[in-house]
């Protein structure tokens, strides 16, 4: 049997070796292009428990440490009403993967049931970024970063067109209009979606989908 710490650097390697082209370049890239991090930057990177925003842990855990950019970071999960085998699975593949999860408590899937019961998801996605923001601007943080990847930007753009009628897709970096100080960036902006389910399936990860 592997022994948890082995696990844990076997899969912090694999993004640098193995997943070089796939993930770690494209993630640098994105930082360099769209200029997503600035010395003295704090960093709210927010985990939901699934591989998107667990495997944008890492990659800021592994900048962190071997990157030449001062900044810091914080990792924060909100609990939106998990349920408790939910609530488990993100707590053990946050300790299984090294990472330092600052996780609070809201009543957003509560609160978007009674908002809107027949269609709670745009209203629960709105409520939880709300809270995040809220809980960076608590911890000191000027940027929160979220874990969507490049296919998302596409699968986004193209509904606009779509269903829209509008070009109107994911901004790499967006500064908050509700909170003072605050920008959302998406450091994952050109890693593809099947790159990091290779990576999850190659370190046998199993991860949190939507709740």
């Not at 948890?4 to 360099?32: H, V, Y």
Request: charged content about 25%; some cysteine.
């Amino acid at each position: 049997m592997i022994d948890k710490n082995d696990r844990q650097a076997w899969a912090e390697r694999s993004i640098i070796t193995k997943f070089r082209k796939g993930i770690w370049a494209p993630f640098l890239e994105a930082l360099r292009i769209y200029r997503l991090l600035a010395p003295g930057d704090r960093v709210a990177v927010c985990v939901s428990g699934g591989k998107d925003s667990m495997l944008l842990a890492k990659l800021v855990q592994e900048l962190e440490r071997h990157g030449s950019r001062n900044f810091t970071a914080e990792y924060i999960c909100m609990d939106p009403g998990y349920n408790a085998e939910n609530l488990e699975r993100i707590k053990y593949n946050a300790g299984l993967l090294g990472i330092p999860l600052n996780i609070f408590r809201s009543d957003v899937f509560e609160a978007a049931e009674m908002v809107n019961a027949d269609s709670p998801c745009y209203m629960c996605a709105r409520m939880r970024r709300g809270c995040l923001y809220a809980r960076a601007k608590e911890l000191g943080c000027n940027k929160i970063a979220l874990g969507h990847h490049r296919s998302d930007v596409i699968e986004t753009t193209l509904m606009g067109m779509f269903y829209g009628g509008q070009v109107q897709g994911m901004m790499p970096r967006i500064k908050s209009s509700n909170f003072e100080g605050i920008e959302l960036i998406r450091p994952m902006y050109c890693v593809a979606e099947e790159d990091i389910e290779r990576w999850r399936d190659y370190n046998g990860l199993h991860f949190s989908a939507c709740a």
